[in-house]
């Protein structure tokens, strides 16, 4: 059983960072920002393999950065040049399973996930 809990989101001026953070209470294989906005489906923004290797959806590239650290079992998500499209609930994912590349931002993969933590840029 593993159980996840972000924090971090807040609302910041266009242009300005952020960094979320995703505590776990248990070892995950691979680990994932999700985001959502109202009327929109859940969609992966970042995700990172226990080998620590990254992908990120082509809207965030460049400005987004996800990093883990496995020995305090933390999931960080560091944004900067926010921008008012990123506005959106925030929420950590995570897999007890190896995910193939292709499919690390299906949230179908995930089995783990957080309550989620709101960013509004303004």
């Known amino acids: 059983h593993v159980q996840l809990v972000e924090s971090g989101g807040r609302t910041v001026q266009e242009g300005g960072s952020l960094r979320l953070s995703c505590a776990g209470s248990g070892y995950t294989y691979n680990m994932a920002w999700f985001r959502q906005s109202p009327g929109k489906e859940r969609e992966g923004v970042a995700a990172?393999?226990?080998?620590?290797?990254?992908n990120y959806t082509d809207s965030v590239g460049g400005r987004f950065a996800i990093s883990r650290d496995n020995a305090e079992k933390i999931l960080y998500l560091q944004m900067d040049k926010l921008k008012p499209e990123d506005t959106a609930l925030y929420y950590c994912?995570?897999?007890?399973?190896?995910?193939?590349?292709?499919?690390?931002?299906?949230?179908?993969?995930?089995?783990?996930w957080g309550q989620g933590t709101q960013v509004t840029v303004s």
């Open positions: 990172i393999g226990s080998d620590y290797s990254t």
């Open positions: 994912a995570a897999s007890l399973y190896m995910i193939q590349i292709q499919m690390r931002f299906r949230a179908g993969e995930y089995g783990w």
